[in-house]
């Protein structure tokens, strides 16, 4: 058991405090939303809540991503303040295997690790702009104009599905030509073994 210093202490309660304060801010901004909405395409079941639901909608977003906020910061801190050693040469492995790729593969790697991301942003925006692009369109009814806006972004759904496999079936191709990997049990046993001819020295 780690017994920590009274430093640590506070660092880590700051820590919590501040990401707790970034939760509550973004859930205050979701309860905002839920609120504007409700104001504005739900007037008459707005109108039906009483005090308490009202001040709940604004409330319990806020309350609940601010706990997640503050509960995740404590993770990653104690991760980041007391992360092992083998965790730091895992990471300072991968970091040199990086560094030795081509400048090509560093930006097909950096789309690989964040692919999912992408292709979420890129739907989206894909969907606002093909409603963009049919709305101009002052002859198609608008049933008509959904339509092909789905078609649209149907279409560049494809495309990034096939990017992705790409960058996957590249990903994969790079970890062919990296060395077998040395089992735990192995890499463990080395270790122990430098210790001791330390000691000896």
């Known amino acids: 058991m780690k017994i920590i210093t009274e430093e640590e202490k506070y660092e880590h309660q700051k820590h919590i405090l501040i ?23 739900q007037p008459l079941q707005y109108a039906k809540f009483n005090s308490s639901v009202r001040a709940a909608i604004y409330a319990m977003p806020a ?18 303040k007391y992360r092992s050693d083998y965790l730091k040469k895992q990471e300072a492995a991968a970091l040199e295997r990086y560094n030795k790729l081509s400048p090509s ?46 078609v649209y972004a149907q279409a560049l759904t494809v495309v990034l599905l096939l990017g992705t496999i790409l ?20 890499r463990y046993l080395d270790e122990q073994e430098s210790l001791k001819e330390e000691h000896k020295a």
């Open 63 to 80: 309350i609940t991503i601010g706990a997640f906020y503050a509960d995740q910061g404590s993770v990653d801190f104690d991760e980041d």
């Open 167 to 186: 960058l996957s079936v590249h990903e994969a191709e790079l970890k062919k030509k990296e060395p077998a990997p040395v089992p735990e049990w192995k």
């Open 105 to 150: 593969d560093k930006f097909l790697h950096k789309l690989n690790e964040n692919k999912y991301s992408l292709i979420i942003s890129t739907w989206a925006a894909s969907l606002y702009g093909s409603w963009t692009l049919v709305n101009r369109d002052k002859y198609m009814t608008k049933a008509q104009k959904i339509v092909q806006a789905r």
């Open 19 to 41: 990401e707790g304060l970034k939760g509550c801010a973004i859930g205050a901004a979701v309860g905002f939303g839920i609120v504007k909405y409700m104001k504005t395409k």
